[in-house]
């Protein structure tokens, strides 16, 4: 008698949903049976296709049976959601996943999924998600909010992480329980778009635990380049936004039954940020009937976002959703060009009562004028070599082979002057790497109201000569040179019709069988472009060929051969592999006697003591190699005379490597080992007010093995400097600095404070700098000069004035020029309406000589106080937000406010009170100013600069 067995329910049902896809429906059904995780089945839920993929789905029945099972709507749904619907109905497996045609699973997907799933007990497991552009020629791969999956965590409810409600909304990177969708009735929306973003955000909010794993598990392939864009890409149908709105107003209203304030606050700003962007980048192609519904749309959801949502916005983003609220194209459209496009400048801009704007409309209203006020940008700041300047395209015209091209160029608080002198050219340049440039002329460009308008005639088809393979699409760059100076600008499509404008023949140097025309296009950033194309029936079937050889067994090979090389460079290049080399074999290589490698807060200056001791060697014309490090593309403000190295570069590593001497005063890269041959003297750069090193709580929380690291990178020190036993019980201690490596001689920068405490001279490069600052020597200088602020998150904050810099202007801008320089980790802009009188020097790479021109200071908790102090001159310090900055988790090692060797103005008005008798502070404090030096700059005698070079370089100047 036979004995009948019943198959086991699956452990997971993934549901692959298809319309119209019959070519690439296998692919995905295969990625499915081909997981590790062998108890799987597949449902292909075909949303009525009109081509064959049904039929291709049924054949992948009958080739797997009990595996694969294949149904069909009987209409079609217009959406993704209701095919999940059906495939989830007819489910056997313990967990559900989703699946769409033209997407894969990663191998192991199934299996980390089910296992974290039955591990953690959770109701939705969520893994890491790669976009792949599937027509990129590099395998281009984008992680999607990877920082959400850095490593496995579970959650008892979505609002202990509110990013992966807002921000992961995807239903297929992750897998159910489908007990747990059917006890809660969760479905997808039938007839409307976007259906994920309502499924996820219930299935989150339902979830009673939910697991994130660091593993990629679903591929989402990407198609850029396609004529027929997605439905989720189709934002120039009004339906399309219209059905994104209604979904995120279902969404809201679950969020306000479950009080979930945060979560809606949160994904209030993501719409904002995100959402709307995507909308506001096709404006510009689009006609008045399309923006004026789509304004209708946007303007009834969004304007009762609550205000804390629009605090978060940028000044520009701000600026389009405000605009756009107003209806107001004509100033929205450039705003979405610079939205697009961050470092372009696309309006005229206007100065009112010092003030720069992005336009003059609304000045009366307060708040509009809030919203459009650019000062900090600092636009008005830029000289035209450094601009980015919209250039409007304003004709494009094709006759024959030739094309007439006119814009206007924005020409912003009219920075061109009526009197320069214009010239400019338009260049073609291959997007892909290409060994020709071609350059057409342009009639003399004049000016036009607020712009600079340009005209040209181009004989394209007589002077573009691409080669017609690697070169297929040409970007266009119009140059203009004012007085001398160039400015680079793209030309932004918008006015003109391009649509239905006129190709162009070409003629490619590998002859018209790889092209024969050239067709205008819209770059993404919305720019002009054109494209190599194909329209003769030699050019079609040439291209054809070429394209079938370019996929032939060699041509791929000789791919595989290319990607494999620039893999090999690009890994030679990676930190990793820089690392292995030297330690393994740069290290291995003699040392250079003589040879010092200086380096300053991290290359990004030649300052501070290491400065100080390379000009005490030079001075002394001690006979070492001097080499300086720099940060960024190229270096400035270093000596002529000494050798350069780019941070982390090939020869930087080589020269640490060789060196005989390390001098900085913040720390080579933390993961380089000091080889014993190396002597590395660490000068530092301040004394401490707020905690530092182990005594920071975040240090000690860290492992062990992170600490260990940590502790390896400090040991490298072979000498530490201090200034005071104040460093050593502080800077010292944090840093488990031992006694015998202590350098008790001060520090070589403070040497010309110590030198100028008793005279009258600032030095000769102070009076260069107050000279070319172009600084009134009537009035007194004072230096304002804070430390920057972090949030809690330890990202730093945009640089704020705690007072009114305007207001200190006009009240003391006969008495002092004000000397503003922000920490290097902020960037600053004045408004010009204290031009002359308030003076940014944040980028003067060296402070030294800015105190020495200060006669007095006004800081907060920086450690330029203790440096300072030694020139007795009078210090504010003004303290606003103390309690903030010194009860956070760091903390300090003293109380400012009882220590203060000056005094702590807490108010704008106090501050201001303390400045009207700046006399009478020095007088004041003089002595409390004296016995804080003594206390925090004892070793500062004037000579550590010498103190160190006779110690390590001999007192007759030869290196020991």
């Given at each position: 008698?036979?004995?009948?067995?019943?198959?086991?329910?699956?452990?997971?049902?993934?549901?692959?949903?298809?319309?119209?896809?019959?070519?690439?429906?296998?692919?995905?059904?295969?990625?499915?049976?081909?997981?590790?995780?062998?108890?799987?089945?597949?449902?292909?839920?075909?949303?009525?296709?009109?081509?064959?993929?049904?039929?291709?789905?049924?054949?992948?029945?009958?080739?797997?049976?009990?595996?694969?099972?294949?149904?069909?709507?009987?209409?079609?749904?217009?959406?993704?959601?209701?095919?999940?619907?059906?495939?989830?109905?007819?489910?056997?497996?313990?967990?559900?996943?989703?699946?769409?045609?033209?997407?894969?699973?990663?191998?192991?997907?199934?299996?980390?999924?089910?296992?974290?799933?039955?591990?953690?007990?959770?109701?939705?497991?969520?893994?890491?998600?790669?976009?792949?552009?599937?027509?990129?020629?590099?395998?281009?791969?984008?992680?999607?909010?990877?920082?959400?999956?850095r490593g496995t965590r579970t959650l008892d409810s979505v609002a202990?992480?509110?990013?992966?409600?807002?921000?992961?909304?995807?239903?297929?990177?992750?897998?159910?329980?489908?007990?747990?969708?059917?006890?809660?009735?969760?479905?997808?929306?039938?007839?409307?778009?976007?259906?994920?973003?309502?499924?996820?955000?219930?299935?989150?909010?339902?979830?009673?635990?939910?697991?994130?794993?660091?593993?990629?598990?679903?591929?989402?392939?990407?198609?850029?380049?396609?004529?027929?864009?997605?439905?989720?890409?189709?934002?120039?149908?009004?339906?399309?936004?219209?059905?994104?709105?209604?979904?995120?107003?279902?969404?809201?209203?679950?969020?306000?039954?479950?009080?979930?304030?945060?979560?809606?606050?949160?994904?209030?700003?993501?719409?904002?940020?995100?959402?709307?962007?995507?909308?506001?980048?096709?404006?510009?192609?689009?006609?008045?009937?399309?923006?004026?519904?789509?304004?209708?749309?946007?303007?009834?959801?969004?304007?009762?976002?609550?205000?804390?949502?629009?605090?978060?916005?940028?000044?520009?983003?701000?600026?389009?959703?405000?605009?756009?609220?107003?209806?107001?194209?004509?100033?929205?459209?450039?705003?979405?060009?610079?939205?697009?496009?961050?470092?372009?400048?696309?309006?005229?801009?206007?100065?009112?009562?010092?003030?720069?704007?992005?336009?003059?409309?609304?000045?009366?209203?307060?708040?509009?004028?809030?919203?459009?006020?650019?000062?900090?940008?600092?636009?008005?700041?830029?000289?035209?070599?450094?601009?980015?300047?919209?250039?409007?395209?304003?004709?494009?015209?094709?006759?024959?082979?030739?094309?007439?091209?006119?814009?206007?160029?924005?020409?912003?608080?009219?920075?061109?002057?009526?009197?320069?002198?214009?010239?400019?050219?338009?260049?073609?340049?291959?997007?892909?790497?290409?060994?020709?440039?071609?350059?057409?002329?342009?009639?003399?460009?004049?000016?036009?109201?607020?712009?600079?308008?340009?005209?040209?005639?181009?004989?394209?088809?007589?002077?573009?000569?691409?080669?017609?393979?690697?070169?297929?699409?040409?970007?266009?760059?119009?140059?203009?040179?004012?007085?001398?100076?160039?400015?680079?600008?793209?030309?932004?499509?918008?006015?003109?019709?391009?649509?239905?404008?006129?190709?162009?023949?070409?003629?490619?140097?590998?002859?018209?069988?790889?092209?024969?025309?050239?067709?205008?296009?819209?770059?993404?950033?919305?720019?002009?472009?054109?494209?190599?194309?194909?329209?003769?029936?030699?050019?079609?079937?040439?291209?054809?060929?070429?394209?079938?050889?370019?996929?032939?067994?060699?041509?791929?090979?000789?791919?595989?051969?290319?990607?494999?090389?620039?893999?090999?460079?690009?890994?030679?290049?990676?930190?990793?592999?820089?690392?292995q080399v030297y330690e393994r074999m740069l290290t291995r290589l003699?040392?250079?006697?003589?040879?010092?490698?200086?380096?300053?807060?991290?290359?990004?200056?030649?300052?501070?003591?290491?400065?100080?001791?390379?000009?005490?060697?030079?001075?002394?014309?001690?006979?070492?190699?001097?080499?300086?490090?720099?940060?960024?593309?190229?270096?400035?403000?270093?000596?002529?005379?000494?050798?350069?190295?780019?941070?982390?570069?090939?020869?930087?590593?080589?020269?640490?490597?060789?060196?005989?001497?390390?001098?900085?005063?913040?720390?080579?890269?933390?993961?380089?080992?000091?080889?014993?041959?190396?002597?590395?003297?660490?000068?530092?750069?301040?004394?401490?007010?707020?905690?530092?090193?182990?005594?920071?709580?975040?240090?000690?929380?860290?492992?062990?093995?992170?600490?260990?690291?940590?502790?390896?990178?400090?040991?490298?020190?072979?000498?530490?400097?201090?200034?005071?036993?104040?460093?050593?019980?502080?800077?010292?201690?944090?840093?488990?600095?031992?006694?015998?490596?202590?350098?008790?001689?001060?520090?070589?920068?403070?040497?010309?404070?110590?030198?100028?405490?008793?005279?009258?001279?600032?030095?000769?490069?102070?009076?260069?700098?107050?000279?070319?600052?172009?600084?009134?020597?009537?009035?007194?200088?004072?230096?304002?000069?804070?430390?920057?602020?972090?949030?809690?998150?330890?990202?730093?904050?945009?640089?704020?004035?705690?007072?009114?810099?305007?207001?200190?202007?006009?009240?003391?801008?006969?008495?002092?020029?004000?000397?503003?320089?922000?920490?290097?980790?902020?960037?600053?802009?004045?408004?010009?309406?204290?031009?002359?009188?308030?003076?940014?020097?944040?980028?003067?790479?060296?402070?030294?000589?800015?105190?020495?021109?200060?006669?007095?200071?006004?800081?907060?908790?920086?450690?330029?106080?203790?440096?300072?102090?030694?020139?007795?001159?009078?210090?504010?310090?003004?303290?606003?937000?103390?309690?903030?900055?010194?009860?956070?988790?760091?903390?300090?090692?003293?109380?400012?406010?009882?220590?203060?060797?000056?005094?702590?103005?807490?108010?704008?008005?106090?501050?201001?009170?303390?400045?009207?008798?700046?006399?009478?502070?020095?007088?004041?404090?003089?002595?409390?100013?004296?016995?804080?030096?003594?206390?925090?700059?004892?070793?500062?005698?004037?000579?550590?600069?010498?103190?160190?070079?006779?110690?390590?370089?001999?007192?007759?100047?030869?290196?020991?």
């Amino acid at each position: 008698m036979a004995v009948s067995t019943v198959a086991p329910d699956p452990d997971v049902s993934v549901v692959v949903i298809v319309y119209n896809d019959e070519e690439r429906l296998p692919t995905a059904v295969g990625s499915v049976l081909e997981q590790t995780l062998r108890n799987v089945e597949v449902i292909i839920a075909d949303d009525c296709s009109t081509d064959g993929s049904y039929e291709v789905a049924q054949k992948l029945a009958s080739a797997h049976p009990g595996k694969v099972r294949a149904i069909r709507l009987p209409e079609n749904s217009g959406g993704c959601g209701e095919p999940r619907n059906q495939g989830v109905k007819v489910a056997r497996g313990r967990y559900v996943m989703f699946l769409d045609s033209d997407d894969t699973l990663e191998r192991n997907a199934c299996r980390n999924m089910i296992e974290a799933a039955d591990r953690t007990g959770a109701d939705l497991v969520s893994g890491l998600c790669v976009r792949v552009h599937t027509d990129s020629r590099h395998d281009k791969r984008i992680l999607w909010y990877p920082w959400l999956y850095r490593g496995t965590r579970t959650l008892d409810s979505v609002a202990e992480l509110p990013d992966l409600f807002v921000f992961d909304t995807l239903s297929t990177n992750k897998c159910y329980r489908r007990d747990f969708l059917l006890a809660n009735d969760l479905t997808f929306p039938r007839g409307i778009h976007y259906e994920d973003l309502l499924f996820s955000a219930q299935a989150y909010l339902a979830a009673e635990k939910i697991t994130l794993i660091p593993n990629t598990v679903y591929y989402w392939n990407v198609v850029e380049k396609t004529a027929a864009k997605s439905i989720s890409n189709r934002r120039n149908e009004i339906r399309n936004f219209a059905d994104r709105v209604e979904i995120h107003r279902r969404i809201d209203a679950i969020l306000d039954r479950q009080g979930q304030d945060e979560l809606k606050l949160r994904k209030d700003i993501k719409f904002l940020k995100h959402d709307l962007v995507l909308y506001l980048r096709e404006l510009p192609f689009l006609d008045n009937d399309y923006r004026h519904g789509f304004a209708e749309l946007a303007r009834g959801y969004v304007q009762d976002f609550p205000e804390a949502a629009y605090a978060e916005l940028d000044r520009v983003h701000a600026i389009c959703a405000q605009l756009l609220l107003r209806e107001d194209w004509t100033d929205l459209m450039p705003a979405i060009d610079t939205l697009i496009n961050r470092n372009k400048i696309s309006a005229p801009l206007v100065e009112h009562d010092g003030r720069i704007y992005w336009t003059d409309r609304y000045l009366d209203d307060p708040e509009m004028r809030a919203v459009l006020d650019v000062t900090t940008l600092g636009y008005h700041a830029k000289p035209v070599d450094a601009m980015f300047l919209r250039n409007q395209l304003t004709e494009y015209t094709a006759r024959g082979g030739d094309l007439v091209l006119a814009g206007e160029i924005v020409n912003p608080l009219h920075t061109i002057a009526p009197d320069a002198t214009l010239a400019a050219e338009l260049e073609f340049r291959a997007r892909r790497r290409s060994l020709q440039t071609f350059r057409f002329p342009v009639a003399t460009p004049r000016h036009e109201g607020d712009a600079i308008a340009w005209r040209a005639e181009v004989p394209l088809a007589r002077r573009l000569r691409p080669l017609g393979i690697i070169d297929d699409v040409w970007d266009v760059r119009l140059h203009l040179t004012v007085d001398g100076k160039r400015t680079t600008s793209r030309l932004t499509v918008g006015t003109v019709d391009l649509e239905h404008a006129q190709d162009l023949p070409v003629r490619p140097r590998l002859t018209r069988l790889m092209a024969d025309r050239v067709e205008a296009q819209v770059s993404a950033k919305g720019h002009l472009a054109f494209r190599l194309i194909q329209q003769g029936q030699a050019a079609r079937t040439g291209r054809a060929v070429v394209e079938r050889n370019l996929h032939g067994g060699p041509a791929r090979a000789a791919k595989g051969a290319y990607r494999k090389l620039r893999a090999v460079r690009r890994d030679l290049n990676s930190g990793d592999r820089k690392l292995q080399v030297y330690e393994r074999m740069l290290t291995r290589l003699p040392v250079r006697k003589g040879t010092v490698v200086f380096e300053s807060h991290l290359g990004k200056q030649y300052s501070d003591s290491p400065r100080a001791i390379y000009e005490e060697l030079k001075r002394r014309g001690t006979p070492i190699t001097a080499i300086w490090s720099y940060a960024g593309e190229r270096p400035t403000g270093f000596p002529e005379d000494v050798e350069l190295v780019r941070r982390w570069s090939w020869r930087y590593l080589r020269a640490l490597a060789q060196a005989e001497y390390w001098i900085d005063n913040q720390g080579y890269p933390l993961r380089l080992a000091k080889r014993p041959e190396t002597t590395y003297i660490q000068t530092w750069h301040g004394s401490a007010l707020k905690r530092m090193g182990f005594d920071e709580p975040t240090y000690r929380m860290q492992s062990e093995q992170e600490q260990r690291a940590y502790q390896q990178a400090l040991d490298r020190f072979d000498h530490f400097v201090v200034r005071s036993e104040h460093d050593v019980r502080t800077l010292a201690r944090a840093y488990r600095i031992p006694e015998h490596k202590l350098l008790r001689t001060g520090y070589p920068r403070n040497d010309a404070l110590v030198r100028a405490r008793e005279g009258t001279e600032a030095g000769p490069e102070a009076r260069r700098i107050a000279e070319r600052l172009g600084i009134d020597p009537s009035r007194r200088v004072l230096l304002y000069a804070p430390t920057f602020r972090a949030h809690p998150d330890g990202r730093v904050r945009d640089f704020e004035f705690p007072f009114d810099v305007e207001r200190f202007a006009a009240r003391y801008g006969d008495q002092f020029t004000l000397l503003v320089r922000a920490h290097y980790l902020n960037r600053l802009t004045l408004p010009p309406s204290v031009a002359g009188r308030v003076v940014n020097v944040s980028a003067e790479p060296d402070i030294t000589p800015l105190m020495l021109l200060a006669d007095g200071l006004i800081t907060d908790y920086s450690s330029v106080m203790f440096d300072y102090a030694l020139l007795q001159r009078p210090i504010v310090f003004y303290a606003h937000d103390w309690e903030e900055y010194a009860e956070d988790t760091r903390g300090t090692y003293f109380d400012l406010l009882t220590e203060a060797p000056g005094p702590v103005p807490r108010t704008e008005e106090e501050l201001f009170s303390v400045l009207d008798d700046l006399g009478g502070v020095h007088t004041r404090h003089e002595a409390r100013l004296k016995e804080f030096v003594d206390k925090y700059g004892e070793y500062d005698r004037g000579d550590a600069a010498a103190q160190i070079v006779d110690r390590f370089f001999g007192p007759a100047g030869e290196a020991r």
